[in-house]
C-alpha cells in the first residue's frame, strides 16, 4: 500500500480507530484486562471501552505499541507504511522531514514500529544455514605515534572471529524465514540454545561453515558443513543465503543509519528480518503488520533512553 493510498483510505482518526479495533477484535469488542465481552463504549471518550465485569477502562491501545501515544493515527499509519516500503531502511530524521514535529517523536515512533515487526514463533525447518557476523567500527590498519607505538591496537579492530565487534549469530531456512540474535559469546552451549529455539530438530539438516563451535552441534542434529579455505558452495551445500543477508543488512545500515549502538541494534535486526521474511509476501503487508503489531506488548519502555544524548543511531555500522 502507497502512502497516496493510506492517507486517503484512513485520513482520520475514527477511519484508524475503527481498522484497529476490527484488526484486534473483530465484531466483538473484549476487554484487554480480563477478556469479557459485556462492555460499553464510553460516551465522553470515544477511544475507549469500560468493561461490566472488571470495571475497568481500556481502549485499543493497551499493551500495544501504540498505548500512551499521543500522535495521531493518520501520522502513525504514514510512518508504518514509509517503514515497510523502504526495503532497505529509512532514518528517523527522514520520518521526521516527511512527517513534522520533533526528531525525538519520530525515533521512539520508530522504534516502536519495528517492536511491531517482532515475530516470536518463528520455527525454521528443512534445509537450515547457520553463520554468524560481526558489527562494529572498520578495521584500521595500525598507526604509529611518536614513540613508536601503536595508537590503536589492530587486535581489538580486526575484522571476523576475534574481534571486540558485536557478534550476531544469524539462522535461515532455505526459501523460508531469517532470524537473528545477539550473542556475545559464540560456544557451543549459546549457539544450542538458540537452534533449540527457533528451529525444528526433526526433518531439518542444518549447514555451518567449519567454526568449531559448530561442531558440537552433531549430537543435536544432522549437519553438513563447507569448508571455505578450499570453496565456498559444493552443491548443496553452502551457506550464501545467511551471507548474502548478512550483506543486505550492513548494507541498509551504512546506507540508510550509518551507525547503530549495540544497545538498539536488536531492532534494527528485527526490522531487517521482517522486510527480508516478507520479501515475497503479496498480500496486504500493512494489514499484516498491524495484525502483528496488536499483539506485541509495549516492549520499549526496557531501552527506553537516559538521556536525549542516547536518542541517536551512533556508535556501530557495518
Same mark, same amino acid.
Request: hydrophobic share 30%; net charge positive.
Given at each position: 500500500?502507497?502512502?497516496?493510498?493510506?492517507?486517503?483510505?484512513?485520513?482520520?482518526?475514527?477511519?484508524?480507530?475503527?481498522?484497529?479495533?476490527?484488526?484486534?477484535?473483530?465484531?466483538?469488542?473484549?476487554?484487554?484486562?480480563?477478556?469479557?465481552?459485556?462492555?460499553?463504549?464510553?460516551?465522553?471518550?470515544?477511544?475507549?471501552?469500560?468493561?461490566?465485569?472488571?470495571?475497568?477502562?481500556?481502549?485499543?491501545?493497551?499493551?500495544?505499541?501504540?498505548?500512551?501515544?499521543?500522535?495521531?493515527?493518520?501520522?502513525?499509519?504514514?510512518?508504518?507504511?514509509?517503514?515497510?516500503?523502504?526495503?532497505? $531502511?529509512?532514518?528517523? *530524521?527522514?520520518? !521526521?522531514? =516527511?512527517?513534522?514535529?520533533?526528531?525525538?517523536? /519520530? @525515533?521512539?515512533?520508530?522504534?516502536?514500529?519495528?517492536? $511491531?515487526?517482532?515475530? *516470536?514463533?518463528? !520455527?525454521? =525447518?528443512?534445509?537450515?544455514?547457520?553463520?554468524? /557476523? @560481526?558489527?562494529?567500527?572498520?578495521?584500521?590498519?595500525?598507526?604509529?605515534?611518536?614513540?613508536?607505538?601503536?595508537?590503536?591496537?589492530?587486535?581489538?579492530?580486526?575484522?571476523?572471529?576475534?574481534?571486540?565487534?558485536?557478534?550476531?549469530?544469524?539462522?535461515?531456512?532455505?526459501?523460508?524465514?531469517?532470524?537473528?540474535?545477539?550473542?556475545?559469546?559464540?560456544?557451543?552451549?549459546?549457539?544450542?540454545?538458540?537452534?533449540?529455539?527457533?528451529?525444528?530438530?526433526?526433518?531439518?539438516?542444518?549447514?555451518?561453515?567449519?567454526?568449531?563451535?559448530?561442531?558440537?552441534?552433531?549430537?543435536?542434529?544432522?549437519?553438513?558443513?563447507?569448508?571455505?579455505?578450499?570453496?565456498?558452495?559444493?552443491?548443496?551445500?553452502?551457506?550464501?543465503?545467511?551471507?548474502?543477508?548478512?550483506?543486505?543488512?550492513?548494507?541498509?545500515?551504512?546506507?540508510?543509519?550509518?551507525?547503530?549502538?549495540?544497545?538498539?541494534?536488536?531492532?534494527?535486526?528485527?526490522?531487517?528480518?521482517?522486510?527480508?521474511?516478507?520479501?515475497?509476501?503479496?498480500?496486504?503487508?500493512?494489514?499484516?503488520?498491524?495484525?502483528?503489531?496488536?499483539?506485541?506488548?509495549?516492549?520499549?519502555?526496557?531501552?527506553?533512553?537516559?538521556?536525549?544524548?542516547?536518542?541517536?543511531?551512533?556508535?556501530?555500522?557495518?
Amino acid at each position: 500500500m502507497t502512502i497516496i493510498e493510506v492517507q486517503k483510505k484512513y485520513s482520520t482518526q475514527a477511519k484508524c480507530l475503527k481498522l484497529l479495533e476490527q484488526l484486534r477484535w473483530g465484531k466483538v469488542v473484549k476487554c484487554t484486562y480480563c477478556g469479557s465481552t459485556k462492555t460499553n463504549r464510553q460516551k465522553s471518550e470515544q477511544t475507549r471501552h469500560t468493561c461490566k465485569n472488571c470495571k475497568r477502562s481500556f481502549s485499543v491501545f493497551v499493551d500495544t505499541i501504540f498505548e500512551d501515544t499521543r500522535l495521531p493515527l493518520p501520522k502513525w499509519f504514514v510512518v508504518i507504511t514509509m517503514m515497510l516500503n523502504s526495503k532497505s $531502511g529509512i532514518s528517523a *530524521k527522514e520520518i !521526521q522531514r =516527511n512527517i513534522g514535529g520533533s526528531y525525538k517523536t /519520530s @525515533y521512539y515512533t520508530a522504534m516502536r514500529v519495528r517492536i $511491531g515487526m517482532l515475530i *516470536k514463533s518463528t !520455527q525454521l =525447518n528443512g534445509m537450515i544455514e547457520m553463520d554468524e /557476523s @560481526y558489527f562494529g567500527g572498520k578495521a584500521r590498519k595500525m598507526e604509529k605515534g611518536e614513540d613508536n607505538e601503536a595508537n590503536l591496537s589492530t587486535a581489538t579492530l580486526k575484522r571476523g572471529r576475534g574481534t571486540n565487534k558485536v557478534s550476531v549469530a544469524g539462522m535461515v531456512q532455505r526459501k523460508g524465514m531469517v532470524k537473528t540474535k545477539l550473542i556475545d559469546k559464540l560456544t557451543k552451549r549459546n549457539l544450542l540454545f538458540m537452534l533449540k529455539t527457533y528451529a525444528k530438530q526433526e526433518n531439518s539438516i542444518l549447514i555451518t561453515d567449519g567454526f568449531r563451535s559448530y561442531k558440537d552441534l552433531d549430537n543435536y542434529i544432522d549437519r553438513l558443513e563447507i569448508n571455505h579455505k578450499k570453496s565456498f558452495s559444493k552443491g548443496i551445500v553452502h551457506i550464501n543465503t545467511i551471507e548474502g543477508f548478512w550483506s543486505y543488512v550492513k548494507n541498509g545500515i551504512k546506507g540508510s543509519y550509518k551507525s547503530i549502538s549495540k544497545k538498539y541494534l536488536p531492532f534494527y535486526l528485527v526490522e531487517y528480518e521482517w522486510k527480508f521474511n516478507n520479501r515475497n509476501y503479496r498480500g496486504d503487508e500493512f494489514e499484516k503488520f498491524l495484525k502483528n503489531a496488536l499483539n506485541q506488548e509495549k516492549e520499549l519502555e526496557y531501552w527506553k533512553a537516559k538521556d536525549s544524548k542516547e536518542v541517536r543511531e551512533v556508535a556501530y555500522g557495518n
